[in-house]
């Protein structure tokens, strides 16, 4: 159990396709665990292996609410499988592009095949919250960022203002 760096824009890593897990090893349970403890401490609602730098296909969620227990939800090689042409529109945010948010229109509702950590393959249908964040993060195995999804002018404007953030703190 570990909480890892976070990778923040504009990394490249977070440019790049992450791998599919091909065996669920205990490394494969080891980062799942570590994913979520990560995503818990930051906090955040949904995490993907890239954003601590690991390019595999895993995504952790828990969409519980405050008040309510925790629901950890992980998913192996997730991929969405259908998606329906009725659109939402969520103010969305990134633990890899902090303190930015923006509201980003997606399909409502969509279908998730994805593995589970005992191995077994599962597909289910997601709407609201639960359809935002799973595109989100499978946005981010394929090298996407919900500031793609914006205007141009938006995207440049954050783009730039990280950028020179990490200048910054390169040069301090
Ligand atoms: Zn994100």
Known sequence: MAIRPLVILPDPRLREKSEPVDAITDDIRALAQDMLDTMYDAPGIGLAAVQIGV????????????????Q????????????????SVYEEGCLSIPDYYEEVERPARVRVAYQTLEGETVEREADGL???????????????LFIDRLSRLKRERVTKKFAKAAKREAAG
Do not use: Y
């Open 55 to 70: 390019m595999k296909r895993v995504v952790v969620m828990d969409l519980a609410k405050k008040d309510e227990e925790r």
């Open 72 to 87: 950890p939800l992980v998913l192996i090689n997730p991929r969405i499988t259908w998606a329906s042409e009725e659109t």
């Open 130 to 144: 639960f359809a935002t964040c799973v595109q989100h993060e499978i946005d981010h195995l394929d090298g996407v």
